[in-house]
């Protein structure tokens, strides 16, 4: 079996591809199935906060900078119950994905 080239390909595609004649408006569940007709966005963003991207720990970068050190994790900070206190010298607190940010020098 060989390859497509890229042109070959996007000319397969485009030429069973049609324009958009006609729309309506469809409650979501009846929706299924079909195809936007234009984009759609949200009015909020949610959550309204900044939040971890992936769990890892939070802490301050000046206390990693050798290798081997070693910090004290004084907490956790997860999705709807966010870690209220102060990291400081020598500590980390664990950060799940979904979590509130920390705040001050600490960040995501």
């Known amino acids: ?4 080239a890229v042109e070959d ?10 324009a958009v004649r006609r729309t ?9 199935g079909r195809v936007l007709a234009a984009d759609v966005s949200a ?5 309204a906060f900044d939040n971890s991207a992936m769990d890892g720990y939070a802490l301050r ?7 081997g050190s070693e910090l ?3 907490g956790q900070s ?3 119950h966010g870690f209220s206190g102060t990291v400081g010298i020598g500590e980390a607190v ?12 600490i960040r995501c």
């Open 1 to 4: 079996m060989s390859l497509l």
């Open 9 to 18: 390909a996007l000319s397969r595609l485009l030429a069973n591809a049609s």
């Open 24 to 32: 309506e408006m469809l409650g979501l569940h009846d929706a299924a």
């Open 43 to 47: 009015r909020l963003t949610h959550p």
């Open 61 to 67: 970068h000046t206390d990693i900078e050798r290798i």
């Open 72 to 74: 004290t994790v004084i």
């Open 78 to 80: 997860a999705a709807g």
């Open 94 to 105: 664990r950060i799940f994905t979904g979590a509130p940010c920390l705040t001050g020098p």
